[in-house]
């Protein structure tokens, strides 16, 4: 198959094959379903939900990073007019903890609050303002304790633990080749990275409807995975999973702020307890207590090399933080280990890694999980040594550039298509931006409309990233996606249980259905716990494993629509084909609409798609663990402003590794948002932690880009398909927001000539000693 | 609605979307924005901070654009109040051209930014037919999109601008 | 309806004698945050600003030549209306300042009058109604009193409002000579100030005002650093030439009143170089 690259300054492009596809197939900018609501504000999130007779319901947590909780005394509370419920630990009827990967996280505290912002307790009442006043009446005894936030201190062993699961969550280490080699080329680095907040928009909300029995009920939740989500419900509520029904309700966003369970259990507690609807919703302060955030971390890195600054070793030692519950730590370290050497051949290694365990905020899921932080210390390690060989910042990575079926520092092969050099060589070939003109509007001028700079006191800098992320999960994890496809009398319908976050599943399985099966209608059925499980909205799986789960159950239909046709007419099923909306004999000359050949039919397929067994690692971080990789890289142009450190980034350029543009317009999307995220956390984006306590819990403190941030993005697409994925295409809703940082903040030390160790970058850094 | 001990028993009236709508049983602190979804079934304006530091909830008062979520609603009587309910369409015309443009060009990912953004543009497109880039994103630059970083927006404002002129070229 | 919402200041002023302690809405983007947050306890009464026009006025009162005088401009008059037009050509610094004041949204609502309730040293007008020498203008039921900025905030988020009155609005001179404005933030735009400057010339009487903000528990006026310059330089000579070393002692004798702290938006080090930095700036500017 031909690839196809395009350019653009701002705009979509379509495959060269795009305008011979019919509309609404695959490689088509086909509309979106749910597009239409979406525009007239008729789409229903989870925070417009509303149902009769329903009650409110609201969250107490902990004001202390580290407590043991002496008693709880609801008594004031229920002296409120307007409140039918009051909850705490005891009253969670079935397993008191839950997690994604260790259980080790409770519903609601019950000796000790291990976060500020833990819940403790959860009213129901009958307007938002009752429920705020029910819990400030709610008074908790609090044994203050002294919190553990140094991540080291946890490695060291020298606190006792503060949950009985230890302080630490993971160590993996990876020794690989020869540790003792080494080069005439050492250079090492110290990186550091500050705590990411996915802030979607849309806050965390659900509305449960309690069964008349009060043995069940409807949950209606915004969330990444809808049986992940059941399973720990049903579990915590001592209930058969089949009487915990899950729909989705519309999603906000998500970027892995929506793995981990959140008020989840609280609104189905409430729900059975009161027996009425209960509507749950967190304001923007509570959503960032009540979600995980990125790991913060600290990577020391050292890369051995030949006097050609070829790489012969690498050192790392990594540590995330992950804060008070273990969340999804323990992968998001496997991810940030594995993919300590970067998209480049590495034949030697010694990595250690951990996660720990603080009364910091918990961390877990977001967009890159621990690639982020491997990437911003390899690449700054790419620079230096760069300099140290005296190449330039893209020859060094050209050389060292991985090529399809190298391996990583695991051992495992990467039997992905890895175009790296091209993903390298197509960014720096995209056209860079015009010179800052002597009369530029201060609006683009770095300090925007604050006036700060004229046009003498701005540098500019370019800077490169490239990176390589796995795709789907990994260590054994036996993931799977299922979709159900039913052709009756013409009308294509599709089920599945893939969460739709804004990434456009809904609209990517109406393109696979109209491109197998020639229909130009798919209706889709509501997203729901009534068909099995599609697995998580992450790591970038969905095209791939939903995608894939869709296009084997139409290509299964369409099976029994040839067999059809095949018998009526007296014709092998081999030679039918679809072309267009028909139905055709490739040999022959027969011809059917396939709404008249599916005309009386029931078809109807449900398929569970898996992709290749992947394995552990052992001791020594050695084993094929992961199932497929992308790849991608960055050129960030930046100008700064050296006096007061303030930055604008101007231009971002980038090829990306995708395998096949499905739907570029999407592409487009995806590319674009995730470098705004990753620019987010370049220069200003980052939880503020001190003792525990978050310093800035609103979006007046917690900042995130806007337009007059956002730069211009120019992109390449690179469509090697990859034979491994069903639809060819690779995921890419990660790789966008992984290489941009590094690359922004090489940009930065390109420009000023400081040696900038940590993102988000902030203005002292640069601008003082 | 559930009535809530909260709630004043007077009755206030608050005009929406060219609609006239008593709201009883309020109670005094609620904002506009909260109103108009839980009151007057009318949850298009949406909440992600409620602080006016993200425009999701932009309304037009009086002409003006602001985020409802710092209105208080018992003071908008008298005012009139358009929501992305409210923009002109019709059942022949369903969508707005800002409204069109916006899924042509790919500008709709989650959609939580959308109506208030929606509600942005056709604002500042009364006021300023051909806006520069730099005068679509300052006018922009108080909705937050955390999905699409605004590339897909600023071709949708582009391609408004480009069919208006074009309709109202002689 | 626990809502009022009078027409004219007299009736606020009635009203708000027989209730003092009733809440005086005007755009409302503090005041709602502060309830939307549970920061506030929502008020028992309110008494809204919108409908009162002559809050929403401002007035030149020119000198019998015709030229400078004086601008009231009530307190009720939103930001986006300083931006451009005539108030924006009379106060060049107060149209930068109110560009910068959070969104488009909020200058459609936020007032200057809302700035001086709030009274926090990052409040984006404040340092150009310092440097300006603004009389703020306050009357209640009772009577009517005029307190020059300087001496009406005094602290942080602390003004010498009392009880039963109402900020009315503010007085500008109109100088000749060069104004500008600059404000440090993270972001391009909808950014709280972790520093920011206003600069007046006055060619008249030869005198130059430095106003700083957020690096001070009120804004501050840097009246060595001021007095310095004049002394140093003639400033009602109509062709100005400054040289570099002036500009940059100028800078940091102003950087040298500020007071900045650590908190988690910036730290006391960079607010009190980066003050410096924009006195310096905006000095050359002033001269360029």
Known sequence: ?769 | MTSTPLGSPEIYRLTVNGESHDVQDAWLGESLLYVLRERLGLPGSKGACEQGECGSCTVLLDGAAVCACLVMAASATDADIVTVEGLPTSEAAPLTDVQAAFLDEGAVQCGFCTPGLIVAVHHLLDHNPRPTALETREALSGNICRCTGYGRIFAAVDAVVASRAEQSAP | MPVITPSTVDEVLSQLGERPDALLLSGGTDVMVEINMAHRKAPAEVIALRRVEELRRWEHHTTPDGTGGTVMIGSGVPYAEMEHGPLAEHFPALAEAARTVGSPQIRAAGTLGGNLGTCSPAGDGLPVLYALDAVVHLRSASGARDVPVGEFMVGVKKNVLEPGELITGVTLPVRRGWQGYSKVGVRNAMVIATASACLAMDRERGSVSLALGAVGTTILRCRDAENWLAAEIALTDAQLEIGDDVVREFGQRAAADARPIDDHRSTAAYRGHAVGVLASRLLRRAVA
């Open chain 1, 1 to 769: 198959m031909t690839d196809t690259t395009g350019t653009t300054t701002a705009t979509a492009t379509a495959t060269t094959q795009a305008s011979a596809l019919r509309h609404g197939t695959l490689g088509t900018n086909a509309a979106r379903p749910d597009g239409v609501p979406k525009v007239q504000g008729r789409f229903a999130f989870s925070n417009d939900l509303w149902a009769e007779n329903m009650l409110w319901g609201a969250t107490l947590r902990s004001p202390h990073p580290y407590a043991r909780i002496k008693s709880i005394d609801v008594t004031g509370a229920w002296k409120i007019a307007g409140v039918e419920a009051i909850l705490t630990a005891e009253d969670v009827p079935g397993q008191p903890n839950y997690g994604l990967i260790r259980q080790d996280q409770h519903v609601f505290a019950t000796s000790y609050v291990r976060y500020r912002g833990e819940p403790v307790a959860a009213v129901a009442a009958d307007h938002p303002e009752t429920c705020r006043r029910a819990l400030a009446a709610i008074v908790v005894d609090y044994e203050v304790l002294e919190p553990l936030t140094d991540p080291e201190v946890a490695i060291a062993g020298t606190r006792e633990p503060i949950h009985p699961d230890g302080n630490i969550i993971r160590h993996q280490r990876i020794l690989c080749g020869d540790p003792d080699a080494t080069g005439p080329i050492v250079v090492e680095g110290d990186y550091e990275m500050g705590m990411q907040d996915q802030a979607f928009l849309g806050p965390e909300a659900a509305l449960a409807v309690p069964d008349d029995d009060g043995g069940g009920l409807e949950l209606y939740i915004a969330t990444q995975w809808l049986h992940e989500d059941r399973k720990q419900v049903a579990e915590c509520l001592g209930l058969p999973e089949e009487r915990v029904r899950l729909v989705l309700g519309g999603v906000g966003g998500a970027f892995g702020a929506r793995e981990d369970i959140s008020l989840q259990v609280h609104c189905s507690l409430l729900a059975l307890r009161t027996g009425r609807p209960i509507k749950m919703q967190y304001g923007r302060e509570e959503s960032f207590y009540g979600h995980v955030h990125r790991h913060p971390a600290k990577i020391w890195m050292r890369h051995h090399a030949t006097a050609d600054g070829v790489i012969i070793k690498i050192e790392a030692r990594m540590v995330f933080d992950g804060g008070a519950y273990a969340s999804t730590s323990p992968a998001v370290l496997i991810n940030g280990v594995t993919h300590a050497q970067g998209p480049y051949r590495c034949p030697n290694a010694v990595v250690d890694g951990w996660a720990t365990r603080t009364n910091n905020p918990p961390c877990g899921a977001m967009r890159g999980f621990g690639v982020v932080q491997a990437c911003f210390a390899h690449e700054g390690q790419m620079d230096k040594l760069a300099a140290a060989a005296g190449l330039s910042p893209v020859e060094v990575r050209l050389r060292n550039a991985m090529r399809t079926g190298d391996p990583l520092i695991t051992g495992q092969p990467v039997d992905s298509v890895a175009p790296v050099e091209r993903c390298i060589r197509e960014t720096d070939a995209l056209p860079m931006p015009p010179d800052l003109p002597s009369d530029a509007d201060v609006l683009s001028l770095p300090g925007g409309t604050g006036r700060t700079a004229d046009r003498g006191h701005v540098v500019r800098g370019v800077g490169y990233g490239v990176a390589i992320k796995n795709l789907m999960y990994s260590e054994g994890f036996d993931d799977y996606s299922t979709a159900r496809c039913q052709l009756n009398d013409g009308i294509v319908t599709l089920k599945f249980a893939t969460s739709e976050v804004g990434q456009g599943f809904v609209m990517l399985a109406q393109q696979i259905a109209r491109t197998i099966l020639g229909v130009d209608e798919v209706m889709l059925d509501t997203i729901d716990t009534q068909i099995g499980s599609s697995g998580s909205t992450s790591a970038s799986r969905q095209t791939w494993m939903s995608g894939g789960a869709v296009d084997a159950a139409c290509r299964k239909v369409r099976e029994l629509l040839f067999e059809s046709v095949a018998a009526k007419h007296g014709l092998p099923a081999l030679q039918l084909a679809i072309d267009g909306t028909d139905v055709v004999d490739t040999i022959g000359s027969l011809r059917i609409p396939v709404a008249d050949a599916s005309a009386g039919l029931r078809l109807d397929e449900t398929v569970e798609y898996r992709h290749r067994v992947t394995e552990d690692l052992d001791e020594n971080g050695q084993g094929n663990c992961h199932v497929a990789f992308a790849f991608v890289a960055h050129r960030a142009v930046v100008d700064v402003d050296p006096e007061l450190g303030l930055v604008k980034v101007v231009q971002v350029a980038t090829a990306q590794d995708i395998g096949r543009a499905l739907n570029p317009l999407s592409v487009a999307g995806q590319i674009e948002g995730g470098i705004a995220q990753g620019l987010g956390l370049a220069v200003m984006e980052e939880i503020i932690v001190t003792d525990g306590m978050v310093r800035n819990a609103s979006f007046t403190d917690y900042l995130l880009p806007t337009t007059l941030d956002a730069p211009t993005v120019v992109f390449s697409l690179i469509e090697e398909p990859d034979p491994q994925a069903p639809l060819g295409a690779k995921g890419v809703g990660e790789p966008p927001c992984i290489s941009v940082t590094p690359a922004i903040a090489a940009a930065i030390r390109d420009a000023t000539g400081r040696d900038i160790r940590r993102v988000p970058v902030r203005p002292q850094d640069i601008c003082l000693s």
